[in-house]
């Protein structure tokens, strides 16, 4: 009679096991290790439940300060700088369209809910000024409301680009305004059907003639059927003038944010690989962006490991895969990217990009979490990540989860949103 | 004696077999869309049969437990019987229940040789249940 529980148990104990990664096993860099495939009766899920700051703040290097810009935001994503300094924080949360299609994804949706914040997404763009620079916004307006999911934040020839979940829209902007109420203008509509993966990143290009947008993947590896994956897992460059738009990059799952190296005027993004293969299997990567590259998803990961869990499997895909340039280690959530410029911060923070992990679910050992620099040199990464803003985490609870990470060269600062703590964080050199 | 075989009382009560003929109609169900599953590549296919096999386990979850109530306290059949009864609901829930589980894969993973092999086991355990629980029994061997 006891026969049924004996499995549970066993099984259970087996995951546990399964769940553990390798700490030896170094999955940075250009060439990580790749251990077997896993998969395990039941994935491993950890999540960090909410724990709140309590009045600390995230760990920074020596010689830096960090404050809280702004807190109570609804759900903050992505930040951009405008000219005059001021900040733009897109707030919101999309893929509600994404149905429920399995057991499974009731099951999933209410367990990774558990390590999200309980606000509403705000669907509109905040501005914040700290004019007089200590480090917290004394205004605060919405700037621009009633958008759809908005996630990737540009600023081109005086206008401002807002990549909703479903839509590019520009708006007309005038230095110093707080709130714009004329309506957003269509540049071009983005893939939306199903949008298991919303998020629109967005950059423009070193010239200011051409818009980048990331489209992540409708599924994590194809369990929604290949024909709503047309358009997806793409890189899209847009000519902002006349809303054409080409697809210059391929079988990139989920590319979560954009932006240009300042050296070489390259596109770069960072992407979140698949899930379900193991506690370290696959890295999440950096890499540039190479036109009319093919990274693999869904047939293969880092460049030819086949995945055996796509049917019809493509050997010819396969064999056009190319691997990513820098590893960041597995399903550490990379959301944010932002590269120094102007001489960063100077000293070993001078030439690199600032990296913003969202954390793992998928792993009985938390990973990511933080924000980490990845030194570089000529244009290309040329060392370890280093951690740069720590703290998120308390033991097993998540205080906060970095989600963008911008650089502003003109008041030499970090921004870092927080969408589960619903802040701001600006981190600065130590006067 | 031939005669009297097969008639009389049936050993499960109309709501326990009523409740057994959920997971003998799903588990089988499931199993035919495993099958097209693994034909057409067609991911609905799989989404069918996790919804199937976990209503099977639902329903099947009552049956099983009506069945240990049954092995423990035999009313209307004998205990020899009672325990073929639930030796054969166990073994079609508990491979449901790691097949609810291999299910919940992603893509292929969530069929292959496994999902559909388990679907096999518990279709055929549940027809061996039904076919000892819908048969009859001579009255005289009913304890009590």
Redesign the interface.
């Known amino acids: 009679m006891s026969k049924p529980w004996f499995i549970v148990a066993a099984s259970a104990l087996a995951l546990q096991a399964c769940g553990q990664s390798n700490p030896g096993l170094d999955q940075t860099g250009a060439a990580p290790a790749l251990p077997d495939r896993q998969e395990t009766l039941v994935p491993p899920m950890k999540i960090a439940t909410p724990a709140g700051w309590n009045g600390q703040t995230p760990t920074v290097p020596s010689g830096f300060t960090v404050t809280a810009l702004a807190t109570d935001l609804k759900i903050p994503r992505q930040i951009l700088v405008l000219p005059n300094g001021d900040v733009l924080v897109a707030e919101g949360s999309g893929g509600a369209t994404a149905p429920k299609m399995r057991p499974k994804d009731f099951i999933a949706g209410y367990i990774k809910a558990k390590g999200k914040t309980k606000v509403k997404g705000g669907n509109q763009v905040t501005l914040l000024r700290d004019a007089d620079g200590d480090g917290r916004a004394e205004l605060r307006e919405v700037l621009i409301k009633d958008l759809n999911a908005p996630y990737g934040l540009a600023f081109v020839d005086g206008a401002i680009y807002v990549a909703n979940q479903d839509a590019l829209l520009r708006f007309p902007y005038q230095q110093g305004q707080t709130r714009i109420t004329a309506p957003g203008q269509e540049v071009t509509k983005l893939p939306s059907r199903i949008n298991h993966h919303w998020t629109k990143s967005l950059t423009a290009s070193a010239d200011g003639t051409k818009l980048y947008v990331g489209i992540g993947s409708n599924s994590n590896i194809g369990e929604r059927g290949l024909d709503v994956e047309e358009e997806r897992a793409v890189v899209w460059e847009i000519d902002w003038l006349t809303g054409a738009r080409r697809t210059i990059a391929h079988g990139i799952r989920n590319p979560t944010a954009l932006a240009i190296e300042p050296r070489s005027s390259a596109l770069w993004a960072v992407v979140n690989e698949r899930d379900e293969l193991g506690p370290q299997l696959v890295p999440d990567y950096l890499t540039s962006v190479r036109d009319g590259a093919f990274y693999g998803w869904p047939y293969s990961y880092w460049g030819q490991n086949v995945d055996p869990r796509v049917h019809p499997q493509k050997p010819e895909m396969v064999a056009k895969a190319i691997a990513p340039d820098y590893a960041l280690g597995s399903h550490v959530a990379a959301l944010g990217l932002s590269f120094a410029t102007q001489g960063g911060f100077g000293g070993q923070y001078a030439e690199g990009a600032f990296v913003g992990q969202h954390g793992s679910w998928n792993r009985q050992d938390l990973s990511g979490y933080k924000v980490v620099w990845i030194p570089f040199a000529g244009g290309r990464p040329s060392g370890k990540p280093v951690d740069f803003v720590t703290g998120f985490l308390d033991q097993n609870h998540a205080r906060g989860r970095p989600v963008g990470v911008t650089f502003d060269p003109g008041r030499r600062i970090l921004l870092v949103a927080d969408d589960l703590s619903n802040t701001v964080w600006r981190i600065a050199p130590t006067r | 004696m031939r005669a009297a075989e097969g008639t009389g009382a049936p050993v499960l009560h109309p709501i326990h077999a009523i409740l057994m003929a959920f997971p003998l109609a799903l588990f089988a169900a499931g199993l035919v869309s495993d099958i097209a599953y693994l034909k057409t590549?067609?991911?609905?296919w799989?989404?069918f049969s996790?919804?199937l096999i976990?209503g099977a386990l639902l329903v099947g979850g009552g049956v099983?437990a009506w069945a240990?109530v049954e092995t423990v306290f035999p009313r209307r059949t004998e205990r020899p019987r009672a325990l073929a009864y639930l030796a054969a609901v166990?073994i079609m829930?508990?491979a449901g229940?790691?097949n609810?589980?291999?299910?919940?894969?992603?893509?292929?993973?969530?069929v292959g040789v496994t999902g559909v092999a388990l679907s096999v086991v518990s279709t055929l355990a549940a027809l061996v249940a039904a076919g000892i629980g819908y048969s009859g029994q001579r009255a005289g061997r009913i304890v009590r």
Do not use: E, K, P, Y
């Open positions: 590549a067609v991911i609905q799989s989404n996790a919804w976990a099983l240990i166990a829930w508990i229940l790691i609810a589980f291999h299910h919940s894969h992603d893509g292929w993973s969530a």
